[in-house]
């Protein structure tokens, strides 16, 4: 699994390469999006075994995430999780970002701290039912002004 997010990360990022020396320009979000969808339909009898999200900002300024499956099926949403703890995460996340099956309630946009403290809580619960789950979590900030990792432990015991 470690050799495959490592081969695909390094085909990526060969592509992305390729791709700016003969345009001339950065690729978009949405290009490498499809890119990766590509790459892993091309593989999808002997497919990496690896599953992707890709965030980032458009070029029209908005806020996307790319979920994928292991032969690049994959769906623009506003929120998505992978791994071993997805069934206990995503439908927190659907139900407090997405605000699905809250009937009667008004929609609104996190903040980007409301957004952190959700995230570290919803993958602090599902650590202490998931031995999957790793020790710590890196959590990527994405704005306009550019990206921050932070690092938050989980499993202090």
């Not at 290009?31 to 593989?43: E, F, N, P, T």
């Not at 992707?52 to 979920?67: A, P």
């Not at 403290?117 to 919803?122: E, G, M, Q, R, S």
Request: net charge negative; glycine share 8%.
């Amino acid at each position: 699994m470690q050799a495959d997010t490592a081969r695909l990360h390094n085909v990526i990022q060969t592509n992305m390469t390729v791709y700016e020396h003969s345009h001339r320009r950065v690729m978009r979000l949405g290009a490498i999006a499809q890119m990766l969808s590509v790459l892993l339909y091309q593989r999808r009898f002997f497919p990496y075994y690896t599953f992707n999200v890709i965030g980032g900002i458009d070029e029209h300024g908005e806020g996307f995430v790319y979920g994928y499956d292991a032969i690049g099926s994959h769906e623009r949403v506003k929120v998505v999780c992978t791994g071993s703890a997805q069934s206990q995460i995503q439908p927190v996340l659907d139900n407090q970002v997405e605000f699905k099956q809250q009937y009667g309630s008004q929609k609104r946009d996190l903040s980007l701290e409301e957004t952190v403290d959700l995230v570290k809580d919803v993958f602090s619960s599902a650590c202490e039912r998931d031995i999957y789950t790793g020790d710590f979590l890196e959590i990527y900030k994405i704005t306009k002004a550019g990206s921050e990792m932070e690092r938050f432990e989980l499993k202090l015991d």
